[in-house]
């Protein structure tokens, strides 16, 4: 079992930057491959980033962010982030870090096994 917790959203202006933490209890994540998903509402839930497991080498990004958005992963800290910059009103959403046991990066959210509760993020034109 592992739990997870999201925090670091906000409302920020378009074109600014925010940095989210997903932060893990339970068992430690360092043999998961991480992902952010977003949801805007009334939209499906979509994939941002993922990073793989252990040395966290591989980063993976959704075309939309690509650029933009840098996924990280500190293991001493049970702890994943994802920095934003350049932001855009479209980025609105809630943002979630969630874990999956598949062996590659996986955009697919039915792969992903473990979730957070979110964290909203709002950019205002």
């Known amino acids: 079992q592992v739990q997870l917790v999201e925090s670091g959203g906000g409302l920020v202006q378009a074109g600014g930057s925010l940095r989210l933490s997903c932060a893990a209890s339970?068992?430690?994540?360092?043999?998961?491959?991480i992902g952010w998903f977003r949801q805007a509402p009334g939209k499906e839930r979509e994939f941002v980033a993922a990073?793989?497991?252990?040395?966290?080498?591989?980063?993976y990004y959704a075309d939309s962010v690509k650029g933009r958005f840098t996924i990280s992963k500190e293991n001493a800290k049970n702890t994943v982030w994802l920095e934003m910059n350049s932001l855009k009103p479209e980025d609105t959403a809630v943002y979630y870090c969630?874990?999956?046991?598949?062996?590659?990066?996986?955009?697919?959210?039915?792969?992903?096994?473990?979730w957070g509760q979110g964290t909203q993020v709002t950019v205002s034109s």
């Open positions: 969630a874990v999956t046991t598949t062996i590659g990066l996986s955009p697919r959210k039915n792969d992903y096994r473990y």
């Open positions: 990073i793989s497991r252990n040395s966290g080498s591989t980063a």
């Open positions: 339970g068992r430690t994540f360092s043999g998961y491959n």
